[in-house]
């Protein structure tokens, strides 16, 4: 499937990406991990896909890290991290906040020197299919 759909955790924005991605990427780097709260970024990349706004494009604000190339587009009322348009001819994805399925698998993992002590025993922790009592 080429076409998306995704939205935010508060459903006041929602979208559609027309158009295939190019890669999958998980990346391991300090801004990622700060940006996200987690071990890595998960992001789709398209040179060619279309990035339309069905609802809630005033609700969606973004960031720049100083001095980087690091760039974060979110919901301004819940936070959840959404496509950016803001490296020129690169569509940026957070693979999360998409709501149909994604038919490739990562890509590659990038700056994995920089991967989480703790992300190793990953899967050594039990896995729960919900909320454990």
Known sequence: MNDHRGSCLCGTV???VKGAF????LCH???????????HAANLFSRSAELLWHSGADAVTS?????TRHHKSF?????SALPSNAIA???VV???CLDTAIGMSPTAHLFSASKAAWEE?????PAFEALPD
């Open 63 to 67: 960031f720049q890290l100083p001095g």
């Open 14 to 16: 929602s979208f559609e």
């Open 75 to 79: 919901c301004k009322l819940c936070g």
């Open 121 to 125: 025993a990953l899967v050594n922790a």
């Open 94 to 96: 957070p693979a999360g």
């Open 22 to 25: 190019d890669s999958f990427y």
């Open 89 to 91: 001819g690169l569509l």
């Open 29 to 39: 780097c300090r801004h990622c991990q700060k940006d996200t709260g987690s071990a």
